[in-house]
């Protein structure tokens, strides 16, 4: 037997810790590291022994098809593919759904050592927010023009998400220890990492982390016995969207400030004529954005003040010229020579990296992305373009992935030719989509709708519920919280298609349920 191998470090129980701790640290911060990290588990599991053993029982225990029905789902799909190409590839991504389950559902943690296991996967996401800080502070010598790219080792969707298990983490054994240094050292984190997430725009994960606090609050709230206690929580949650509420309503008025348009003008001071598009209804703080316009004096005095030329793009892609006009348009100016002589050096710094609205120099970036949000739907509104804007494009996208499955409602289109179902519908829809952004869902629960239609919705809904039933994880907090995080993120983003998305649920899913009476 492989399992009566002695070495004092060699063994099975550490490489099952080594394994568990390289997934940990790789979830935030090295991808290779995952796969390393599921090599020595699984190596672990050859060492441990007893092979015949553990595989009759795990597969004759249905809490343990229930883990992988996810993974066979996906094979089922090669039923109905044609792309077996695709499939593989899928198939391939998706294995840590069944190895991580299959190798730690015969081992068991310690409370120690799942603390452990939690406090270096915070530590990772710590010095990735470390990292994000330092590369924004110049310490890479280079000049960062979207926040988001400040995840600097995996997708900042992702990136939220793990922020997000971390915090709630962090309040975990900040009410489980009874030390009250370690109590501060929790307590920093959680502040720590919630002040992040607003510092470099991560908009997801506030907003996963906002609705998961207040379903949070909720659920917990009615098992209180404390009535005051009680009744204290289940009012917080409606403090709290009431504020979220307030920030969308300053958000909104501040767009659509009542400013009463400029008056049309015939010439500049400079005796050039203005240009003025009587039917673009386009506006920047009330103001109409094409009309009052001398883009050859914009031209002339711009190149003075910048490196980026007039008719090239700003430091996100966009057409300067746009954001230059979009800029002036929302101060209430003339667009003019003098209107860009006077703008201030912060002003010009400002446009160059994409900003098109002063408002939005000093805002808060919470109030930026909001302010964003609400730009993007008056644009299409107004019949402005939906590519590149990440709300419109998902709209696009879940209508597009909702038609594919009302074609295919009983088995999908199979998982093989789920990208092509995509590519096809956009063609019959004549979909304003450019290629490069003709993508899929992004909403696991339509995603699997489209993939493995009906059928694939009930074993989708047993493999995530069952183990959540059957263990009454329920009960224990930290679960629910990386629970509602998934369920949420899912709204929004196929996280269980993306190779982080895929081992952070299927890692965390399985020490939560397998060890939940560990963490009651």
């Known amino acids: 037997m492989l399992s009566s191998f002695k070495n004092p470090y060699f063994n099975s129980h550490n490489l099952y810790l080594f394994g568990a701790i390289s997934i940990c640290v790789g979830l935030s911060l090295s991808k290779p590291l995952l796969g390393l990290g599921q090599l020595l588990i699984s190596v672990a599991w050859i060492v441990d022994g007893n092979l015949k053993n553990k595989i009759k029982a795990f597969f004759t225990n249905p809490l343990a098809i229930a883990l992988i029905a996810f993974f066979g789902l996906t094979l089922i799909g090669l039923i109905n593919t044609s792309d077996f190409g695709y499939a593989f590839k899928d198939i391939k991504r998706k294995l840590p759904l069944f190895v991580i389950p299959f190798v730690l559902f015969s081992k068991k943690f310690t409370a120690k050592e799942l603390k452990l296991f939690f406090i270096i996967y915070i530590g990772g996401v710590l010095s990735s927010s470390f990292w994000s800080v330092f590369v924004k502070l110049g310490g890479l010598g280079i000049t960062i023009h979207d926040y988001r790219d400040l995840s600097r080792f995996n997708s900042h969707i992702r990136f939220g998400l793990e922020i997000c298990l971390a915090i709630f983490g962090a309040g975990y054994y900040f009410f489980k220890t009874p030390n009250a240094k370690e109590k501060i050292v929790w307590l920093l984190t959680i502040v720590w990492l919630s002040i992040f997430m607003v510092f470099i725009s991560l908009f997801t994960g506030i907003a996963i982390l906002f609705v998961v606090t207040v379903l949070m609050i909720l659920f917990f709230s009615f098992k209180l016995k404390l009535k005051p206690l009680k009744i204290a929580l289940f009012l917080s949650p409606i403090l709290i969207l009431a504020f979220g509420g307030y920030k969308l309503e300053k958000s909104y008025s501040s767009f659509y400030e009542n400013n009463k348009p400029l008056k049309e003008l015939e010439k500049t001071a400079n005796g050039r004529f203005y240009f003025h598009d009587s039917t673009a209804t386009n506006k920047e703080n009330g103001y109409y954005t094409f009309r009052n316009n001398c883009f050859g004096e914009m031209f002339w005095e711009w190149e003075k003040k910048s490196t980026l030329p007039f008719h090239g793009n700003d430091l996100k892609g966009q057409k300067l010229k746009i954001t230059l006009t979009r800029f002036l348009t929302s101060k209430g100016v003339y667009k003019d020579s003098l209107s860009v002589y006077n703008l201030t050096p912060k002003e010009i710094n400002a446009i160059e990296n994409g900003?098109?609205?002063?408002?939005?120099?000093?805002?808060?970036?919470?109030?930026?992305?909001?302010?964003?949000i609400i730009w993007e739907f008056d644009n299409y509104k107004n019949g402005g373009d939906i590519n590149?804007?990440?709300?419109?494009?998902?709209l696009e996208y879940w209508k597009t992935g909702l038609e594919i499955f009302i074609d295919n409602q009983i088995l999908g289109v199979g998982s093989g030719d789920i990208q092509a179902a995509f590519d096809k519908q956009y063609e019959l829809n004549n979909?304003?989509?450019?290629?490069?952004?003709r993508l899929r869902a992004h909403n696991q629960y339509i995603t699997i709708a489209a993939t493995f239609g009906v059928v694939g919705i009930v074993l989708f809904c047993w493999f995530l519920?069952?183990?959540?039933?059957?263990?009454?994880?329920?009960?224990?907090?930290?679960y629910v919280a990386f629970f509602l995080i998934i369920l949420v993120s899912m709204l929004t983003e196929d996280t269980l298609d993306t190779q982080i998305g895929i081992t952070f649920f299927a890692f965390f899913n399985t020490l939560f349920v397998l060890n939940h009476k560990i963490l009651d």
Request: no cysteine; net charge positive.
């Open 388 to 394: 590149g804007h990440s709300i419109l494009m998902r």
């Open 465 to 478: 519920f069952y183990p959540m039933v059957k263990t009454k994880s329920y009960q224990n907090y930290l």
């Open 431 to 437: 979909s304003t989509l450019k290629p490069q952004f």
């Open 355 to 372: 900003v098109a609205n002063y408002k939005l120099v000093n805002m808060s970036s919470i109030d930026k992305r909001l302010f964003d």
